[in-house]
């Protein structure tokens, strides 16, 4: 590192900004040396991984619920009754 930084960088905001990089390269350089000896088996990693795809694709399916149920609430917010007889369909075309 580099000496006498304080006395080179004038305002506090240039040697707090120092301090953090050297902060942070210090913990990229901490966390790369835990991680390097940390071997995870490829079971534990295919596991993981198709875990989080089911979530994925449980909560994409939940939203669409969601959604579906949402517009068909609007849709009955918009026009609650049906013009018309409900009980009488009409089973043949008049006509033109």
């Not at 120092?18 to 901490?30: A, K």
């Not at 991680?35 to 939940?62: D, E, N």
């Amino acid at each position: 590192m580099t000496r006498n930084t304080t006395q080179r960088r004038r305002s506090f905001a240039a040697r707090l900004t120092h301090i953090m990089q050297i902060q942070t390269q210090y913990g990229r350089l901490w966390l790369n040396s835990r991680f390097r000896r940390v071997k995870v088996p490829v079971s534990l990693k295919v596991t993981g991984f198709a875990v989080l795809t089911l979530m994925v694709l449980a909560i994409t399916g939940t939203m669409l619920l969601m959604l579906d149920l949402f517009s068909l609430i609007s849709g009955l917010l918009k026009r609650p009754f049906r013009r018309g007889n409900i009980y009488r369909r009409q089973l043949m075309r008049k006509p033109v």
